[in-house]
Every structure is written in structure tokens, then in C-alpha cells.
């Protein structure tokens, strides 16, 4: 088994003046994780379909023997509590990134979709930052393997923010120790492409902006809410059981099965933030409408017009690219945009 002991630092590094930009996609999961236990260690294990569109782009400007510190801007504009977060973030991973502490960053960022999307920039942020950090690392402690090197940014974007890990990787990625062959509480795996029927190779992810804005419980919260959370202890269970017919999903190409897993396990993610203490609800009434809405459609038409959600009101509309898609957009485009805020909908693919 994988442990922390592999991820530790090299002593003997020389650190000079260099600029790195990465880019990394942001990710939508299908098995939640919610709920964590300290140094960011997952409850249960999660499965997500990596984002094509929705990325951030980092540029890292490291000044090496300047006093540490670190500066930040997201989109040309500097942003002091991000600089904040990046700064706590950089001071844990030490033992990991030996030099990390020895200069000064500048650090730009960019996201491809609307900032105020509820998109989790979390996820495609730190994924950035770590693949930015693990350059760094190859300039100043020389080279590993792409595979170790791989590894080793999902680890440390685990660190920044859980679901960040799973970013690293293309198509389906298993964050957790499961029955997938690898898996990890530390760092995320692959899953096996050739486990995966061609149905859920070419998939849509059209995410409706139902509420622009902050929310009002950071992800954050809502996982350390899980910790009095009388039914915390099942959630976690079921999550984990659930990767078993997952699987065979998977393999057989059960649309079927795949529909009724994935909204359960969005419904589910929702339903244990209304019995967290204090209770809170993070979505909207346009997200109940649409849900509502493409229940009626699928009853109606029988199309794979299905949904998921992430901590938030927004609504990621999945179906296949095949000869009914254009049934399943005009649909979303005439009857489910009406409950966004602004006509927003950010359409993605995922990306294999
Ligand atoms: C609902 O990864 O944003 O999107 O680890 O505290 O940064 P932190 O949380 P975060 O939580 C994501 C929760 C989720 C489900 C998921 O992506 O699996």
C-alpha cells in the first residue's frame, strides 16, 4: 500500500528564478464525496467524469531567495484571501515540497468558465497550482517518472482541496480506497478505460446556472457538518457499496442503472445537508423545477436526459452524444433555461 513516506520531499535541491503555467480541468462526480477525517482523508471513495471545457489556466512565477510570500490574481485582479489560502496551503506541504518556502510567487489564474458559476474552481484550481508545483519540483530536485510525477500532483492537490485530485486524470477517476484496482485515500486513479462501455465514453455535461453567486455553506462546512450528522455513518456505507453496481454499470452499459445511481447519489448528497445540524439547503426553487422537469421528460420521450449536482443550486444536465441529442438540447434550450438566473448554461463534454 501507498503511503505518505512516498511522497516526501527529496533534501538536496537547488531553486533558481522560473515561471511554469498548467493548466487543469475542473470535474463533476457521479459517487459524492462528502464527509472527510483529518489531513484531508476522504470518508468514502468518489467516481468522477473529468471536464473538457471548464479549466483554469496558472501561471506561477517563483522568485527564488526572496523572502516567502505569495501574491495572487485571478483574472488580472488580485485577490488577498486567495493569496491567503495558497500561502496556508504551501506552509503544510513542506515536508513534501522542501524549497517551497524558500522564495517568493506570483501566482496567475484564470478560469475558463464564469467565476460566479459555482463551478468548482476548487477543483481545476488546485489541480493547476499542483501540476505548476511539481514542475518546480522537477527544476529543482530533478526528474521523476510522468507517472510518479502524475501521482504525486493528485496527492498534493488533495491536500488543497479534495476533490481536486481526481482532476488530474482524464475520464472516469476513482478518488478513495474501493474495489478499483489502485485506489487510494491519498491521491486518485484512473478507472480502467477498458472497463467503461462506449455509451459513457461521449458524454454531455450542460451545467444550468440556476444561481449565480456565493453560496451560503462553503463545501468546506458542509463536509465538517458530516461529523455530528446522525446519518453520516450509513452515508458513508452506501457510498462505498455503491461502487459495486457501479461497476457493473460500467462494463454493461446499463443507462438504465447508471441514470438511477447517479441522481440518487445527487439526491442523497442534498438530503444529508438538510439533516446536518444546523440544516441548510443549497438549492434553489429552479433547481427543483428542473428536476422535476426532466423527470417528466424522461417518462414522456424514455431519452437518457438525466441530472447530478455538486454543493450547490446548479444543475449539471447529463446525456450521450447520439442520434437523439438534438431532441435532448432542444428540450433543455426551450423548456429548462428559463430557470437559470441569466440564461446561463455552460456546455461541456467530458473529456477522454
Ligand atoms: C459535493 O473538494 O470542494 O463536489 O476538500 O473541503 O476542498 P474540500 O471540498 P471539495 O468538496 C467537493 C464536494 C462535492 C462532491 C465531490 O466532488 O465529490
Known amino acids: ?39 484531508q482523508i476522504p470518508a468514502n471513495p468518489s467516481i468522477s467524469y473529468t471536464l473538457n471545457h471548464c479549466k483554469t489556466n496558472t501561471t506561477v512565477e517563483f522568485l527564488a ?14 485577490e488577498i484571501k486567495f493569496a491567503e489560502k495558497i500561502e496556508k496551503y504551501f506552509n503544510n506541504i513542506e515536508q513534501y515540497l522542501p524549497w517551497i518556502l524558500q522564495g517568493k510567487y506570483i501566482i496567475r489564474t484564470e ?7 459555482g463551478i468548482a474552481s476548487s477543483a481545476s484550481g488546485f489541480g493547476a497550482i499542483a501540476k505548476c508545483l511539481m514542475q518546480l519540483d522537477e527544476f529543482f530536485s530533478g526528474k521523476d517518472s510522468e507517472e510518479e510525477s502524475l ?36 491521491f486518485a486513479v484512473q478507472y480502467p478505460n477498458d472497463e467503461i462501455h462506449d455509451v459513457f465514453k461521449n458524454f ?36 462505498r457499496e455503491n461502487f459495486e453496481p457501479m461497476k457493473e454499470i460500467l462494463r454493461n452499459g446499463d443507462m438504465h442503472g447508471f441514470i438511477k445511481l447517479v441522481e ?17 439547503i443549497l438549492m434553489k426553487t429552479g433547481t427543483l423545477e428542473v428536476i422535476n422537469k426532466v423527470w417528466d421528460f424522461r417518462r414522456i420521450t424514455g431519452l437518457p436526459l438525466f441530472f447530478t449536482l455538486d454543493a450547490g443550486a ?5 446525456f450521450p452524444n ?29 473529456r477522454f
Open 1 to 39: 500500500m501507498v503511503t505518505t513516506q512516498e511522497f516526501l520531499g527529496k533534501k538536496d535541491f537547488i531553486i533558481n528564478n522560473q515561471t511554469v503555467s498548467e493548466s487543469c480541468p475542473s470535474n463533476i462526480a457521479l459517487i459524492k464525496y462528502w464527509g472527510k477525517y483529518d489531513n
Open 65 to 78: 531567495d526572496e523572502p516567502f510570500s505569495v501574491q495572487t490574481f485571478l483574472s488580472g485582479n488580485e
Open 111 to 117: 478560469n475558463t468558465f464564469p467565476h460566479s458559476s
Open 151 to 186: 501521482r504525486k500532483a493528485s496527492f498534493l492537490a488533495r491536500l488543497g482541496s479534495g476533490s481536486a485530485c481526481r482532476s488530474l486524470y482524464n475520464g472516469l477517476v476513482v478518488w478513495g480506497e474501493s474495489q478499483v484496482k489502485g485506489s487510494s485515500d491519498l
Open 204 to 239: 454531455n455535461d450542460w451545467v444550468l446556472l440556476i444561481h449565480e453567486g456565493q453560496k451560503s455553506v462553503s463545501s468546506t462546512v458542509g463536509h465538517g457538518l458530516m461529523n455530528t450528522n446522525p446519518y453520516a455513518e450509513r452515508r458513508f456505507l452506501e457510498a
Open 264 to 280: 440518487h447519489e445527487a439526491l442523497t448528497l442534498h438530503a444529508m445537508m438538510m439533516m446536518s445540524d444546523p440544516a441548510f
Open 314 to 318: 446548479n444543475v449539471h444536465l447529463l
Open 322 to 350: 447520439d442520434l437523439e441529442q438534438n431532441k435532448i438540447e432542444d428540450f433543455i434550450n426551450q423548456e429548462l433555461l428559463p430557470f437559470t438566473q441569466k440564461n446561463g448554461v455552460v456546455k461541456d463534454v467530458m
